[in-house]
């Protein structure tokens, strides 16, 4: 009986194996040609008249060595714009294949080597089908045997080795590996523990350890999975049906928050932060949006939302506290703010294949103000890289390369904890305690309707350097008024306080192969308009408010300062009856209407009428018990560092 069974295991995983797969492929092959823009004629002409009689295009070097922008590419990069217009038949094609399959170029990058160049050469074979001949296929195997499954990789790397697994499966009618291939794929498509790469439960998306990725490997997240879900429907290797809901609330949770009319935020960006990326970013992630509403029932509530983002979502307002990615959104209809930090376990920024060659310092508090989204875009190139706009930083001559190696932390790396924030979903505010080499400070940023509120103390450095801290560094756009405050581009900067502020305005260049290291070494200049306090070498803080639509809202009169300290920052909003306090240690603040607020911990709170939210940035504690005059008020805490509501009776 077990040698019955055993046979007949064997018997079916063989008849598995040798199963067709030409239904799979086809549809395969009408998604990758759907999805993919066809080259003009003129571009096609021009491919195969340069060709040369071996196969090889004379203006490639075949022998180049880089990592980064590795030349052979452009090799395969034409293959496949010519097999998209239909020239897979065509003899000249199919030289420049037999050429590349003979070679087996290889690149000391391991991901072109085991990812890109295996999967690009799948998509080719692929799509061309029985127009080149099996026997091509059949010395192709070596190169797509570089690329193998292992329980190292994670996330989206492993989610394209699986696709490789998949595309071989596919091509060599192994109907086993392809099965293998997808359900690899489909585990990936959950939510990741805490402390994994992935998906996570506040929809940010991390790779490369704990930092988030939105605009890269959570951008390709995206795209493969609906992909897959479009390759194999009405197949047996079809994606699980719960993923075209998990899709969709990643999108309209994550990215979109991210998504100000139709580009994305350079700070979720990630490390490609290069010229047009934030509009190109953008429409991959609206094109995403109109591919899921044609897969989600036409009764299902997300298509509003989904089509709120393709049509750039004049009306979504909100404020979203990423806590597993120290990042906040606050958004109102015509305007845009997002806040980047790092912490002793989110990671700022990274330098990789010469990409962000001058990040270090983005995780150091940079915002992002965008109102019509020309005030920083392109603007990499032309930023002072140690006076981001809202960052601390020490003003020196260091590098400010992030990369970060096997085994050691990244070189920007902030011990501190009390970092994070706290949300009730309209209105919110972030804290990020620094421990950065020398660095040290606190900064807070309050968001509310009409008005920003920036507080800092404590910034200084150990070593006696001199520190700035950046109110904003933009596209300089019509006449700069210093009157009482300073107003600019209908944007205006209140110090109620006063202090060492500087302001630069004026012709800025740069060049964006310092920024990504592959690009264009050509000058390029424009305007900038830079505002900064400068703390020198001594103990430093600051206190200023940001109103961005100075013509359109009355005067901040509103605001209350509960209390500046160096170690309690709080403010009081008349309108709404909102008191915002973050305690970095154990104290008292006055809150109007309340009276005496005492907490035992480092801990954020906000009052609003009738509720206290309350988040613990270090996620010590369990709960937590503070004092409103004599009476004790007990609040539990989330261990995410993610905000709890409570009454207030």
Not at 138 to 150: G, M, N, Y
Not at 346 to 354: F, H
Not at 589 to 618: N, Q, W
Request: with cysteine.
């Amino acid at each position: 009986m077990k040698k019955s069974l055993i046979a007949l295991l064997l018997l079916s995983s063989l008849m598995l194996m040798g199963r067709s797969m030409e239904m799979e492929r086809n549809q395969v092959r009408q998604v990758l040609l759907e999805d993919n823009k066809a080259p003009s004629a003129n571009v096609v002409e021009r491919f195969l008249n340069d060709l040369k009689e071996d196969g090889s295009w004379p203006d490639i070097d075949y022998q180049d060595p880089r990592r980064d922008k590795w030349s052979p590419s452009i090799h395969l990069s034409r293959l496949w714009h010519l097999c998209l217009a239909g020239e897979g038949g065509n003899e000249k094609f199919r030289k420049a294949l037999e050429f590349w399959v003979k070679n087996g170029f290889q690149c000391k990058s391991w991901w072109i080597e085991s990812i890109g160049t295996p999967l690009r050469l799948g998509e080719i074979f692929l799509v061309v089908g029985d127009k080149v001949p099996k026997s091509l296929l059949e010395q192709a195997k070596p190169i797509f045997d570089r690329s193998k499954i292992d329980n190292k990789s994670t996330g989206q790397n492993r989610i394209w080795f699986a696709t490789v697994a998949l595309y071989k499966g596919l091509l060599y009618d192994d109907f086993a590996l392809a099965r293998k291939g997808c359900d690899i794929i489909a585990e990936e498509y959950v939510y990741a523990q805490p402390g994994k790469e992935g998906l996570l439960e506040d929809f940010s998306f991390h790779q490369h350890g704990p930092q988030l990725q939105f605009g890269n490997y959570g951008r390709h997240f995206l795209v493969n999975g609906l992909k897959n879900i479009r390759m194999f429907q009405g197949t047996e290797l079809a994606m699980p049906g719960d993923k075209v809901q998990l899709l969709a609330n990643y999108l309209l949770n994550g990215p979109r928050w991210t998504i100000y009319r139709k580009e994305l935020d350079l700070n979720a960006c990630a490390r490609y932060i290069g010229k047009n990326t934030t509009r190109r970013q953008g429409d991959v992630f609206t094109g995403a949006a109109a591919t899921l509403t044609g897969l989600l029932p036409e009764s299902d509530p997300m298509r509003k939302d989904l089509a709120g983002l393709m049509t750039g979502d004049p009306e979504f307002s909100g404020n979203k506290l990423f806590y597993c990615s120290d990042f906040m959104v606050h958004r109102r209809p015509a305007y845009y703010l997002s806040i980047r930090m790092c912490s002793k376990r989110v990671i700022g920024s990274e330098t990789a294949v010469n990409e962000n060659m001058q990040g270090g310092l983005m995780g150091n508090g940079m915002v992002q103000l965008r109102r019509d989204n020309d005030e920083y875009r392109d603007i990499a190139p032309l930023f002072d890289w140690r006076r981001l706009p809202g960052i601390t930083a020490i003003q020196d001559d260091s590098s400010l390369v992030c990369k970060q190696y096997s085994g050691t932390r990244n070189p920007f790396y902030n011990a501190a904890e009390f970092v994070g924030g706290l949300s009730d979903g309209r209105n919110g505010f972030t804290v990020q305690e620094l421990e950065q080499r020398s660095l040290r400070g606190r900064k807070t940023v309050f968001c509310l309707d009409d008005y920003l509120v920036f507080m800092g103390s404590s910034i200084h450095s150990t070593e006696g350097k001199p520190v700035n801290s950046t109110v904003n560094s933009c596209y300089l756009r019509g006449e700069v008024s210093k009157d009482k405050n300073i107003l600019h581009d209908n944007v205006e900067y209140i110090f109620p306080e006063g202090g060492n502020i500087k302001l630069e305005t004026g012709e800025k260049t740069g060049r964006w192969g310092d920024v990504i290291g592959y690009e264009p070494k050509d000058l390029v200049k424009a305007d900038l308009f830079t505002l900064f306090i400068d703390h020198g070498i001594g103990k430093g803080g600051y206190f200023y408010v940001i109103r961005p639509l100075a013509a359109e809202t009355g005067p901040a009169d509103y605001i209350k300062l509960i209390t500046g300290s160096e170690d309690i920052h709080g403010i009081y909003d008349r309108k709404t009856q909102t008191a915002m306090i973050a305690f970095y240690v154990p104290g008292s603040a006055e809150v109007p209407g309340l009276g005496k607020i005492t907490v035992p911990k480092p801990v954020c709170l906000m009052f609003t009428p009738g509720t206290v939210y309350v988040s613990d940035p270090t996620r010590k504690n369990k709960e937590l018990e503070i004092r409103i005059n004599d009476r004790q008020v007990k609040l539990k805490l989330d261990d995410l560092g993610k905000a709890s509501s409570h009454p207030l009776t």
